[in-house]
Each structure stands twice: as structure tokens, then as C-alpha cells.
């Protein structure tokens, strides 16, 4: 079985840029979380949707960052404009019942 | 916030000896998850437990939510080990979501 996929696996960015990191959840698993890794922060959860629908929107995150879920085999987390502060490692993760299964992540980094 | 404390921050074990890392919760949990991140960034699953205690190979894990705490066991450390564990809160609400830990970030040396 494939695992979680993510795209690209690292992104430079200008400041104020758009950019759009993508990801595929395991076949047949109905949650999808993205979170953001970062040395001071840590893991913090940006989005989480059950079934294609958004059950958390990230509060402090809501303002430039957007995820969406088309189909339930397709996620996108959208930040627009990037900001310096914005570069981190974005990890997406799904689960059908128990556990959450990651993906390899982005290295985003904003210039 | 300090909602699942980990300790220690990092540990440096001799390559067979035994170690035990742990998690304080201050949040309401009702199951724990606790992953491996290698050097190269994944997140590996390596337990997912109710209240009791897990066993898998070399790893022994225990979650006590009356007292609210979680241990990882690591017996007869070898290198590959290394990495940074992660334990994470499961908390439920309108869906039940990850609360992670800081992290401790362990080195097994030959």
C-alpha cells in the first residue's frame, strides 16, 4: 500500500509569494491533518478535515493559510502571502480509524 | 502551552544499554500515540495505546491516565534507534485531534 505522498518535498519561496503544497492520504482513509514543524514550535495543527469536511481551521493560522479537500484522495494547503516566519517542514497525515500515518513532508523556505 | 511535557529533551545512550523517556499530560487524554522521527524527517508510528501497556520488539510502552503519564521503554539500544520521539495526546471535542509533545531527541553511540 502506498503511504501518505506529499509535493513537492522542498519549495523556496520569495516573501509574498503564493505557494500550494499538495498531498495524497492513504487510499481508503477518511481524516487528513496538516501540521506545521518548526524548532521552536514544534508540531502544531494547521487543518483537519473528516471526510472532506473541515472539522478545525487552525485559528492563528486561518489568516494567509487556506487548505482545501477536493476529493478524498487529494488535499491542498495553500499559503498566501508567504512570509519569512512561514518556513517550516508541513506535514500531512491520515488515518481511517486509530492511528495517523505521516507523510514524508515539505521543506518550505521563505526568503 | 505544556500541555504534554516530555523528558528528558535529549539523551545520549551507549549502544545496548536500556532507557526510558516519559510524558506528563495536563490535558484530558483518552489514548497516545508516540512516533520516531528519523534524521531524515518521517514520522514512523511505533505505538498507539489506550490505558495499559504495549510491547513490540525491543520497545515496551505504557500509557496510566489515572495518573496521567505515558512511558517508552528502549531495551538494548542499537543505532538506528537514534532519532527524536514524539509522544501525542489524542483529545477528542468535535474530532478528535494530536496533541504533540517537545520531543526527545536521542543518540545511541557505537
Known amino acids: 500500500d502506498a503511504g501518505v505522498t506529499q509535493t513537492p518535498r522542498h519549495e523556496v519561496a520569495e516573501k509574498g509569494q503564493t505557494i500550494i503544497l499538495k498531498c495524497e492520504p492513504v487510499s481508503g482513509h477518511n481524516d487528513l491533518f496538516w501540521y506545521r514543524q518548526t524548532k521552536i514550535q514544534g508540531l502544531e495543527l494547521l487543518s483537519y478535515f473528516r471526510s472532506k469536511s473541515l472539522m478545525e481551521d487552525g485559528g492563528a493560522f486561518k489568516d494567509r493559510f487556506k487548505a482545501e479537500m477536493l476529493n478524498s484522495s487529494f488535499s491542498t494547503l495553500k499559503i498566501q502571502p508567504t512570509e519569512p516566519k512561514d518556513s517550516a517542514v508541513y506535514l500531512c497525515?491520515?488515518?481511517?480509524?486509530?492511528?495517523?500515518?505521516f507523510g514524508p513532508g515539505t521543506r518550505l523556505t521563505v526568503l | 502551552g505544556d500541555q504534554v511535557k516530555q523528558s528528558p529533551s535529549a539523551l545520549s545512550l551507549q549502544e545496548g544499554t536500556n532507557s526510558a523517556l516519559r510524558c506528563n499530560f495536563s490535558?484530558?487524554?483518552?489514548?497516545v500515540q508516540w512516533f520516531l522521527q528519523n534524521p531524515r524527517g518521517s514520522l514512523m508510528n511505533l505505538f498507539y495505546?489506550?490505558?495499559g501497556t504495549k510491547e513490540n520488539g525491543r520497545l515496551k510502552s505504557t500509557f496510566n491516565s489515572k495518573e496521567s503519564y505515558s512511558t517508552l521503554h528502549i531495551r538494548d539500544a542499537q543505532l538506528e534507534d537514534s532519532g527524536t520521539y514524539f509522544c501525542a495526546a489524542e483529545i477528542g471535542g468535535s474530532g478528535n485531534k494530536l496533541i504533540f509533545g517537545t520531543g526527545t531527541l536521542l543518540s545511541v553511540k557505537p
Open positions: 495505546l489506550v490505558p
Open positions: 490535558i484530558a487524554t483518552t489514548t
Open positions: 497525515a491520515s488515518r481511517t480509524g486509530y492511528e495517523q500515518y
